[in-house]
């Protein structure tokens, strides 16, 4: 029998030693494979079971899982008495606004008065350097006394010939010729007095004072400016606002609602049938008097196509002043139009909608036409009538058909905190 080599022990030993390493690999390889499915395994049950369980309670027939009827509020339709407003941009004016140009040329040699003070009537305002006014009456009197001296020169040469005429000491001609002089010497004092009175005039003239009383508006010429009667800018404009004048103007198509709404045969029996308006201030407010629409302009703005009213407001307090702005409220009275909390409404593609509430409570939406609107409600003709319901809040999560469980409110009650 052969001996083995000791190499062929060795090579023994490390192929068994492999085989081994192999097979404890491949078994770990198993282990984990079936740990892996195992735990897929249980993944899927409990997936399973939790989709059952959502399906349980999602279904409409669950047991004691069916969901009530939203209660949501519900307020009945009624009419009742409404004022709205036709608001129209109004520029406002005193009833006086006197533009102050001076009538003479010369320096502006004192200024009286301030910006904004108000004047009386007659006041001094202006004084322009009088000096060459002064100068041309002194001249022109001189000239009137002259014009005296020759027609009582005239005078003498007449008394004169008069006696030696009808003694016939002279011929008539001469008195004839004597008369003529004095009437050419009267007619040049007349002449020369009328010189004497307009200088008096333009010497007036350096001296202007306010036609009428109001307030002062701005002063563009300061002392030493030249002024005359070629300058187009006044000195200043003197505003009389006891009373104010309001302008606003309507487009042709509210003149046309004006006119079809308004009682009255004319359109002057018209406009003074509109009730007393309102003016709203540009800080919102509402001024405390009223106004009265007076007149209308006589055609259309062809630029801008609108026309022209007036309205007229009491100024005690001299509050409204030239030049500012406002808004013109006309009232509009209405007991026909139904009134609809605009929280009651929703809107799509520019349409306002409700939704009124049926038989069985199901809610149905319904487009409403608008009339007139307040700061809380619109005025309604169509879609609505009176003693429907519709419901008051909580419209977002609403469909067509949906029922509610209705909570009926006071129309009063609403208005209460609501006002029309």
């Known amino acids: 029998m052969k001996e083995i080599p000791a190499y062929s022990e060795s090579i023994r030993r490390d192929l068994v030693s492999k085989n081994l390493k192999t097979h404890f690999t491949m078994r770990s390889l198993r282990e984990t494979v079936l740990q892996q499915r195992n735990t897929l395994f249980i993944v899927m049950i409990a997936a399973i079971a939790l989709y059952g369980c959502n399906s349980s309670q999602g279904a409409p027939g669950g047991a004691g899982m069916t969901m009530p009827p939203p209660s949501l509020p519900v307020l009945t339709i009624s009419t009742a008495p409404s004022t709205t407003y036709q608001e129209f941009t109004a520029t406002l004016e005193g009833t006086q606004n006197v533009d102050i140009h001076p009538q003479v040329e010369g320096y502006l040699e004192k200024i009286y008065v301030e910006e904004g003070a108000y004047v009386t009537k007659g006041q001094p305002l202006f004084a322009i350097n009088s000096r060459p006014y002064d100068e041309q009456l002194n001249n022109a009197q001189a000239n009137l006394l002259a014009a005296k001296a020759n027609m009582a020169n005239a005078q003498i040469n007449v008394d004169k010939i008069e006696p030696l005429v009808q003694n016939k000491v002279v011929s008539d001609v001469q008195l004839k010729t004597a008369k003529a002089s004095y009437d050419?010497?009267?007619?040049?004092?007349?002449?020369?007095?009328?010189?004497?009175?307009?200088?008096?005039?333009?010497?007036?003239?350096?001296?202007?004072?306010?036609?009428?009383?109001?307030?002062?508006?701005?002063?563009?010429?300061?002392?030493?400016?030249?002024?005359?009667?070629?300058?187009?800018?006044?000195?200043?404009?003197?505003?009389?606002?006891?009373?104010?004048?309001?302008?606003?103007?309507?487009?042709?198509?509210?003149?046309?609602?004006?006119?079809?709404?308004?009682?009255?045969?004319?359109?002057?029996?018209?406009i003074h049938g509109l009730p007393p308006v309102e003016l709203q201030l540009a800080d919102k407010s509402i001024y405390t008097s009223k106004g009265k629409v007076e007149l209308m302009n006589g055609q259309f703005d062809k630029t801008m196509g609108t026309i022209s009213f007036r309205a007229i407001f009491p100024n005690?307090?001299?509050?409204?002043?030239?030049?500012?702005?406002?808004?013109?409220?006309?009232?509009?009275?209405?007991?026909?139009?139904?009134?609809?909390?605009?929280?009651?409404?929703?809107?799509?593609q520019d349409r306002v909608f409700v939704f009124a509430v049926g038989d069985s409570n199901k809610v149905v939406s319904r487009p409403i036409h608008i009339v007139r609107k307040t700061t809380d409600y619109y005025l309604v003709d169509k879609g609505v009538k009176a003693g429907d319901k519709i419901v008051f809040a909580g419209m977002d999560r609403l469909t067509d058909g949906a029922v509610i469980n209705p909570q009926l409110m006071s129309a009063d009650s609403v208005r209460k905190t609501m006002p029309l």
């Open 316 to 348: 005690a307090e001299g509050l409204l002043r030239t030049g500012s702005t406002g808004r013109i409220r006309i009232p509009q009275t209405s007991s026909e139009l139904l009134p609809v909390p605009q929280t009651a409404t929703y809107e799509i």
């Open 184 to 270: 050419a010497a009267k007619a040049s004092v007349g002449q020369a007095e009328a010189v004497v009175n307009n200088a008096k005039i333009n010497q007036g003239y350096a001296l202007l004072k306010a036609p009428v009383s109001g307030y002062v508006g701005r002063i563009p010429f300061k002392i030493g400016s030249l002024v005359g009667k070629a300058e187009t800018t006044p000195l200043t404009v003197i505003s009389d606002v006891k009373q104010v004048y309001a302008y606003f103007s309507m487009s042709e198509n509210d003149f046309l609602n004006f006119t079809n709404l308004s009682t009255g045969k004319t359109i002057n029996d018209k």
